[in-house]
Nanobody
């Protein structure tokens, strides 16, 4: 079993910065990927950024150049550094670990999410 926990969400002003952290624990296998998603009120969940255990990163167009994802494999931790925040970045940010488990089954493990509010 795997547990995923996000921290760092809070209220921040437009133009400000914030760092979110996500830690996974339990039965974790490599290779894997850890991804950040967000869901704003009344909207569908969307992909924000992702990073593989080999440090390959991907970003959504809406955050490219403003957000940076990084990970420390030894701690199974992934951080999302967010700069130049906008009100439209307001959302619940969730972290997910994706891995292939013994037997070949792919699984996603999700955290509960952390709320980010960007005030205008």
């Amino acid at each position: 079993q795997v547990q995923v926990e996000e921290t760092g969400g809070r209220l921040v002003q437009t133009g400000g910065s914030l760092r979110l952290s996500c830690v996974a624990s339990g039965s974790i296998f490599s290779p894997n990927a850890m991804n950040w998603y967000r869901q704003a009120p009344g909207k569908r969940r969307e992909f924000v950024a992702g990073i593989t255990s080999g440090d390959r990163t991907t970003y959504s167009d809406s955050v490219k150049g403003r957000f940076t994802i990084s990970r420390e494999n030894a701690k199974n931790e992934v951080d999302l550094q967010m700069h130049s925040l906008k009100p439209e970045d307001t959302a619940v940010y969730s972290c997910a670990l994706t891995q292939t488990e013994p037997g070949g089954t792919g699984r996603d493990y999700w955290g509960q999410g952390t709320q980010v509010i960007v005030s205008a």
